[in-house]
């Protein structure tokens, strides 16, 4: 386990204590609220040393610090392959990826399924910087050339170097590092967890990223590489161009929106969402915060507050997440053992609509739940089917389908008892999540 120093793709932004001294920077290191990393490759291609066209792709998440740990969902935006564009037209399955950091800054991950492909990077050093000097750090990277839903993790050592200031175009001063590192897998150097046919990797990267003084987060990073992947049969992939990195914050809820058309859709009374817009409630009972303004941390320095949770009506449950404000549509009727919808579910998706559209900047995690009924597999099938058409039905009632990731947990996450046909009606539930 490598120590790390900060962590843009794994959950962590840099919060920093700057000198005033011209030039100079001291660095401390903070988690943070919760955010979204955007991954964007624009990278020529060789099969052989003969160029097969441009391969480009963006992959999103949306990171949650749970208090306890950190959880992504990532998802593949759009891809083009071979100067043939290829969009996204389906609906965006989540990629999960949770994550600790212990106090020493350990990196651990609970659930990797090769995101974030960035690992500990960029790093910066505890001791001031000044313009000109250099550090070195440790780092990861998870590749996958093929395709073939096999990663493997390559080795970094990172040499770092302070070059300037600068002002972005939106007139945030940002502090300007440079990044370089050579690619080597190989001769020695494997991932026993990896893909068994990559045999050898070379390159070279060269990057530059722009840090805020304000802040101390990693804004962008962008990555200049040029690398080369073996396989055992004696096939070579190339890889030219850029990799982008970008640090961006979901927007805060507007609750006196929303809230609002709760109450007239029926879902909740006027005294229910005042709990709401009020603020939190701490476990003793008392307000504190503003509901419209919490970053959604789901933690406040060692605050024993917990977030508001009330049933409603119409069997759509409210509570406050760390993720973001969700909506628990209860004993959802499909079917039998099928995720088509039946007809007297209108209204509710007719009401869960007209809340989201109170949130039009906002993006939304459905997540799937069923009952247990001893077959792990099927449910989870099942539970994400039942997601799908969630969101199908409210994209038909003009919310853009883009908007919407999907994650299916089966029986995983019980919140009754399975052994009687309550709890079982209880478990059989959709979470739509308005992501902050």
């Known amino acids: 386990?490598?120590?790390?120093?900060?962590?843009?793709?794994?959950?962590?932004?840099?919060?920093?204590?700057?000198?005033?001294?011209?030039?100079?920077?001291?660095?401390?290191?903070?988690?943070?609220?919760?955010?979204?990393?955007?991954?964007?490759?624009?990278?020529?291609?060789?099969?052989?040393?003969?160029?097969?066209?441009?391969?480009?792709?963006?992959?999103?998440?949306?990171?949650?610090?749970?208090?306890?740990?950190?959880?992504?969902?990532?998802?593949?935006?759009?891809?083009?392959?071979?100067?043939?564009?290829?969009?996204?037209?389906?609906?965006?399955?989540?990629?999960?990826?949770?994550?600790?950091?212990?106090?020493?800054?350990?990196?651990?991950?609970?659930?990797?399924?090769?995101?974030?492909?960035?690992?500990?990077?960029?790093?910066?050093?505890?001791?001031?910087?000044?313009?000109?000097?250099?550090?070195?750090?440790?780092?990861?990277?998870?590749?996958?050339?093929?395709?073939?839903?096999?990663?493997?993790?390559?080795?970094?050592?990172?040499?770092?170097?302070?070059?300037?200031?600068?002002?972005?175009?939106?007139?945030?001063?940002?502090?300007?590092?440079?990044?370089?590192?050579?690619?080597?897998?190989?001769?020695?150097?494997?991932?026993?967890?990896?893909?068994?046919?990559?045999?050898?990797?070379?390159?070279?990267?060269?990057?530059?990223?722009?840090?805020?003084?304000?802040?101390?987060?990693?804004?962008?990073?962008?990555?200049?590489?040029?690398?080369?992947?073996?396989?055992?049969?004696?096939?070579?992939?190339?890889?030219?161009?850029?990799?982008?990195?970008?640090?961006?914050?979901?927007?805060?809820?507007?609750?006196?929106?929303v809230f609002p058309a709760l109450q007239r859709t029926g879902i909740l009374s006027a005294s229910e969402a005042e709990q709401f817009v009020s603020g939190w409630v701490t476990s003793g009972g008392t307000s504190g915060g503003k509901g419209g303004s919490s970053g959604g941390t789901g933690s406040s320095g060692g605050s024993t507050r917990k977030p508001v949770s009330v049933t409603g009506r119409k069997g759509i449950g409210v509570s406050e997440t760390a993720a973001g404000l969700m909506l628990t549509m209860q004993n959802l009727r499909f079917k039998p053992d099928s995720a088509e919808l039946l007809p007297e579910e209108a209204e509710r998706l007719d009401d869960i609509a007209a809340i989201l559209k109170e949130v039009p900047d906002s993006f939304f995690m459905v997540e799937g739940h069923t009952a247990s009924t001893g077959n792990p597999s099927g449910e989870q099938t099942l539970s994400l089917e039942r997601a799908h058409a969630i969101v199908k039905a409210l994209v038909a009632r003009g919310i853009a389908q883009d908007r919407f990731i999907c994650k299916g947990s089966g029986g995983t996450k019980p919140v009754a008892d399975n052994s009687t046909p309550e709890g079982k009606a209880q478990n059989r539930r959709v979470e739509i999540t308005i992501l902050e």
């Open 1 to 257: 386990m490598k120590k790390i120093f900060a962590v843009l793709a794994a959950g962590l932004a840099l919060s920093a204590a700057f000198s005033q001294q011209t030039g100079v920077a001291e660095l401390a290191y903070r988690g943070t609220r919760n955010y979204q990393l955007v991954e964007r490759t624009d990278l020529l291609r060789y099969d052989n040393g003969k160029y097969t066209g441009l391969v480009s792709r963006e992959v999103r998440s949306f990171i949650t610090n749970t208090g306890t740990f950190y959880d992504g969902s990532f998802y593949v935006l759009q891809q083009t392959k071979h100067n043939a564009q290829k969009v996204n037209s389906g609906i965006n399955d989540s990629i999960p990826a949770q994550f600790t950091i212990d106090e020493d800054g350990d990196l651990c991950m609970i659930c990797d399924n090769g995101y974030p492909t960035f690992r500990s990077f960029p790093a910066f050093t505890s001791q001031k910087v000044r313009i000109g000097e250099s550090w070195h750090a440790e780092a990861e990277r998870a590749v996958d050339p093929l395709e073939k839903g096999i990663f493997t993790i390559l080795p970094l050592y990172v040499e770092y170097t302070y070059t300037g200031d600068a002002v972005t175009e939106s007139g945030e001063e940002v502090y300007v590092i440079s990044a370089r590192w050579a690619t080597r897998y190989g001769n020695g150097v494997y991932d026993e967890n990896g893909d068994p046919d990559l045999v050898k990797a070379a390159g070279s990267h060269e990057a530059t990223m722009h840090v805020s003084k304000a802040t101390g987060t990693a804004l962008v990073v962008r990555d200049r590489t040029d690398e080369q992947f073996t396989y055992a049969d004696g096939r070579t992939v190339r890889l030219k161009g850029t990799i982008s990195l970008f640090t961006k914050y979901p927007p805060v809820i507007d609750r006196s929106k």
